[in-house]
């Protein structure tokens, strides 16, 4: 029903700009991809980052870290201590999928020579590990993982991994609800003390690692009388706009417009069949009922006869910087002849 609420919306915002004529038209097809038909191919991987200097200022955040490096230190022989709780930002869109979820966290000596805690050094009375105890609440899901290793490393250059394990868990979250990570820490080699890092790039990081199908994002394609193009995408990712990136001064979301494209041809790469881009094209930001984001374009080039295609180009915050699109979208329509007694959408 919801899907059904949010592609409506989208046919509302675009119809406010596009005059209903007998003319050129969106008609169904009989064969291959019918207008309308709509289809993303996903980036399955949602980061959660721990953000802070140390255990007070830590945070819980779908962005990509900063860079700094924090901290909390404990003291060996102490028992299990508490490091902190924190949760993510609430949901603006639910989440109903099956995910394999783990947390990773990095850990080091302070002030120790190496193998200070190691079966090998005569001093100490064999393998003293440290231990990491990670829990993640969300919504009536939990997971839980503890990870016990004997540190060696002595710098954050060479800090290890300590990562829980990966679980299969069923999360079904509701606007509002968020992700709680709580983290407890025991470092059982006497006279020595142990941080677990957070806040670093690639190393020293940690955070909640979320894999699934967990967002698939909303776009619509119409057009006008006058064959101009008129593109709607809606941000139903879980923290809705947010999730989105920041460039050039605007949500990192890009199309191309393709045709006239056969009719079982989903996409083409041959530049003479690219109609326009939305570089250049203002864009129109409204806010959705339950504090959702659409954005809407209007094209300015004529459309060919037959069957085009938008592609929509998403880019998530905290997601691979390596990708320009975490999320591809492509929406069909299908442009008569004039006069051939269909009506436009």
Same mark, same amino acid.
């Given at each position: ?166 679980? /299969? +868990?069923?999360? &079904? ?5 968020? #992700? !709680?990570?709580? =983290?407890?820490?025991?470092? $059982? ?32 394609? /119409? +057009?006008?009388? &006058? ?5 709607? #995408? !809606?941000?139903? =990712?879980?923290?809705?706009? $947010? ?103």
């Amino acid at each position: 029903a919801s899907a059904m609420r949010r592609t409506a919306l989208l046919l509302v915002l675009l119809m406010v700009a596009t005059t209903t004529v007998t003319g050129y038209a969106l008609a169904q097809g009989d064969d291959g991809y019918p207008s309308g038909h709509e289809e993303w191919r996903v980036d399955d991987v949602m980061r959660l980052y721990v953000e802070g200097l140390n255990e007070e200022e830590a945070v819980l955040q779908r962005n990509s870290t900063d860079g700094a490096v924090g901290f909390f230190e404990v003291l060996g022989g102490s028992g299990e201590v508490p490091v902190f709780s924190v949760s993510s930002p609430p949901l603006v869109n639910p989440i109903e999928a099956t995910v394999n979820m783990s947390v990773f966290f990095s850990v080091r000596l302070e002030q120790a020579p190496a193998r200070s805690c190691s079966a090998t050094n005569p001093f100490t009375n064999g393998n003293q590990e440290t231990s990491l105890r990670m829990e993640v609440t969300a919504g009536s899901s939990t997971y839980t993982s503890t990870v016990q290793q004997v540190i060696e490393a002595v710098s954050n250059d060479d800090s290890e991994l300590f990562e829980g394990e990966r679980q /299969m +868990i069923n999360l &079904s979250m509701q606007p509002g609800d968020v #992700f !709680t990570l709580n =983290l407890w820490m025991q470092h $059982d080699c006497e006279g020595t003390r142990a941080r677990v890092l957070w806040g670093g790039f690639e190393q020293n990081s940690g955070g909640i690692i979320i894999e699934g199908d967990i967002y698939e994002p909303s776009a619509s394609l /119409m +057009i006008d009388a &006058s064959r101009r193009a008129h593109i709607a #995408f !809606t941000a139903d =990712l879980p923290w809705g706009a $947010d999730d989105i990136d920041w460039a050039d001064g605007g949500p990192a979301v890009s199309w191309s417009i393709w045709g006239p494209l056969d009719d079982d041809e989903l996409f083409s790469r041959d530049g003479d069949d690219l109609v326009e881009t939305s570089t250049g094209r203002a864009l129109i930001e409204r806010v959705l009922p339950g504090n959702n984001t659409a954005w809407t374009w209007t094209g300015v080039e004529e459309v060919p006869i037959g069957h085009v295609a938008v592609e929509v180009c998403v880019t998530v915050v905290g997601a691979d910087p390596n990708e320009d699109c975490h999320a591809t979208g492509y929406v069909r329509a299908i442009v008569q002849e004039p006069g051939s007694g269909f009506a436009s959408s």
